[in-house]
């Protein structure tokens, strides 16, 4: 592999004070170098922009914290791509970025966009330069304002130059937090092809990733061109993978962990404010009972005797009084409200001041299902790029260089969550048991039609999956040589960048779950949707039992409400700038450069959210609008 390391040592260029102060600090011996070592020097090191000034200079003489990083020190790393290494440690100094690992959370960019953000101010604080020219934004949804590192070009890639200061008064607002600058390989002659796997020693390698390369490039007396191909791909990781994912607690088994009176262990993914993970399953909410006569005359509870209570309710629940508005099948419950053990609900906290109800705990509840232990802790992705670039020398408009980029990327990621569904059975509905008609539960929440809800089937649904596939180009044209006056240069180049995303993810029709659940009998036996006549593809509800709260629901029912609804987002960018920079004047320390530059960006966002997701039909999930 041939790399020019012409970055480490450049012509020294002097501008402010700070770097005149440098100058004057280099030892006299190393200005008395011979002439004819300084010219050999000189054939071999080209000046370069370092960036955060736009000023020809070498890295040393830049007054700003540029950190470069090259490709031999990402290849040592073990870097599979330029995300890796730009979100590693080393660049970011520790603070937290959005990566693959954020499936679950509303990030700029949405779900599989990589960015970065420097000293912890975020991506849409850090100017993300290819080149020296903006890379566009990239992503899906409506808040797209940040560029996605999964769309560099690592086999191209010969250096990274990261600045950590900012550099608003250059590039923009954009720049306050710092920017990083990726340069690609500009004299890259020959054929290479890389091939590269890493791959975890332990969960069978799941969560490795791939990358393959061909690079080729080739130039002549007054032209040049190289280009790129590759491939990536990362496997998905799953909380089953990793040890200390499979049983998330709140305090790593020490006091704060909720002990499960089942096991005498800390509960696996508790409900706490903490974010366990755990989720209130396998219960079911109904109107308030109660065996204490005490309560029931303080709370409005219906007095059932012989109450059947879950093992680890409060010992003091049992002592003062306490009602219960949420149970779980038990089949050996055979009086109170048979078939089913009281999990949640209050209790007296001192019988002689009624009005201290306490809570009861919700973790003696079911709050795990082992299909939770399928989501993404790293979600999958497959990335495919060309790029290509190239230059010719003009004998005209100052020995100019007409020059382009082409850069071509898709992505395809995907990440697996967990859902679980609230499902609410209209009062007096035939799917409800009988022994559990007596219950009204709340009004009307959205499924039941006008009706108050008699039972709450909370519901260990099971997993979903969201999808996105990106399509990015962007192109690049433009001109730079020798200004009309000595020693200054220009560069003018145009830029478009479009960006297609589409985004499917899997949602509760609220329209379809209310009229599954609202059935009259078949007349054999089962039930039928009340609308069958007008709604055709119409699929009844599953009646209320023990299997439907575990999660076992016919196959033909979820077909029916729980649909794919896909959003497409467009965003594209124009951008026309025009750069001059050269010497100003002179003095003792050497000569003061300046830069002077103007900029035309134009950026449209165009973003439509399924229909179902504009009108608030995707039950428990929040709306989307349209944004342009």
Request: proline share 4%.
């Amino acid at each position: 592999m041939r790399t020019r390391k012409d970055y480490l040592l450049g012509t020294t260029m002097a501008a402010g004070a700070a770097a005149l102060s440098m100058a004057m600090l280099i030892p006299g011996t190393a200005l008395a170098q011979s002439a004819s070592n300084t010219d050999q020097e000189a054939t071999q090191v080209d000046e370069i922009v370092v960036v955060g000034s736009r000023i020809r200079r070498d890295n040393y003489n830049a007054p700003s914290p540029t950190q470069v990083v090259t490709r031999e020190e990402a290849t040592l790393q073990g870097f599979a791509s330029t995300t890796e290494a730009l979100q590693s440690t080393a660049v970011t100094g520790g603070t937290s970025q959005i990566t693959s690992a954020y499936g679950g959370y509303v990030t700029d960019g949405g779900p599989g966009a990589n960015t970065i953000g420097l000293r912890g101010m975020g991506p849409s604080r850090t100017l993300v330069l290819l080149n020296g020219r903006r890379v566009s934004p990239a992503g899906s949804r409506g808040s797209v304002g940040s560029a996605d590192l999964n769309v560099l070009p690592t086999a191209m890639i010969d250096r990274v130059e990261v600045l950590r200061d900012g550099a608003s008064s250059v590039y923009g607002s954009d720049a306050v937090a710092g920017v990083v600058n990726i340069q690609t390989r500009k004299n890259f002659e020959g054929l290479i092809f890389e091939a590269q796997r890493n791959e975890p020693l332990e969960a069978n390698g799941n969560g490795g990733s791939t990358r393959l390369s061909l690079t080729a490039g080739a130039r002549g007396d007054r032209w040049r061109a190289a280009g790129s191909i590759e491939r990536y791909e990362r496997d998905e990781l799953t909380l089953r993978d990793r040890e200390f994912t499979r049983c998330q607690t709140d305090g790593r088994r020490n006091g704060r962990d909720f002990i499960d009176p089942l096991t005498g262990m800390s509960k696996c993914y508790p409900i706490t404010g903490t974010g366990s993970n755990g989720s209130s399953i396998n219960t079911i909410g109904t109107g308030a009972l109660t065996s204490d006569a005490l309560t029931a005359s303080l709370t409005g509870a219906t007095l059932r005797p012989d109450l059947v209570f879950a093992q680890g309710v409060s010992s003091t629940a049992l002592a003062n009084g306490a009602y219960f508005d949420r149970w779980r099948p038990n089949a050996g419950a055979a009086t109170g409200l048979v078939g089913f053990e009281g999990v949640g609900g209050a209790y007296l906290n001192d019988r002689n001041k009624p009005e201290g109800l306490v809570a009861q705990n919700v973790n003696i509840r079911d709050t795990f299902d082992d299909r939770m232990l399928n989501k993404s802790l790293i979600s999958p992705v497959e990335i495919t790029t060309i790029y290509g670039e190239g230059g010719y020398q003009l004998n005209a408009l100052g020995n100019a260089e007409v020059y382009g980029e082409f850069l071509l990327n898709v992505r395809e990621s995907s990440q697996t969550g967990y859902r679980q569904l609230a499902l609410d059975y209209a009062k007096d509905s035939p799917l409800i048991p009988a022994n559990l008609a007596w219950s009204t539960f709340s009004g009307d929440q959205g499924l039941s039609k006008g009706k108050p809800v008699g039972v709450r089937a909370f519901i260990g649904f099971g997993n979903d999956r969201s999808h996105q596939e990106q399509r990015f180009n962007r192109n690049v044209v433009g001109i730079k040589g020798d200004f009309f006056i000595p020693e200054w240069r220009y560069d003018l180049a145009a830029s478009y960048s479009k960006s297609r995303s589409e985004y499917t993810s899997q949602q509760f029709l609220t329209d379809r779950l209310s009229e599954s659940l609202d059935v009259v009998s078949n007349g054999a036996g089962g039930f039928q949707c009340r609308e069958l006549a007008s709604n055709p593809g119409c699929v009844a509800a599953p009646a209320l039992t023990s299997q439907t709260i575990g999660g076992v629901l016919p196959k033909d029912w979820v077909d029916y409400v729980f649909r794919p609804v896909k959003g497409i987002t467009e965003f594209e960018e124009k951008i026309v700038s025009l750069g001059l920079d050269g010497p100003l004047f002179d003095l003792p320390a050497g000569k003061v450069m300046g830069f002077f530059g103007a900029e035309w960006r134009e950026s449209e966002i165009d973003d439509t959210p399924a229909l179902d997701s504009q009108i608030g039909n995707t039950y428990n999930y929040s709306t989307a609008a349209i944004t342009r």
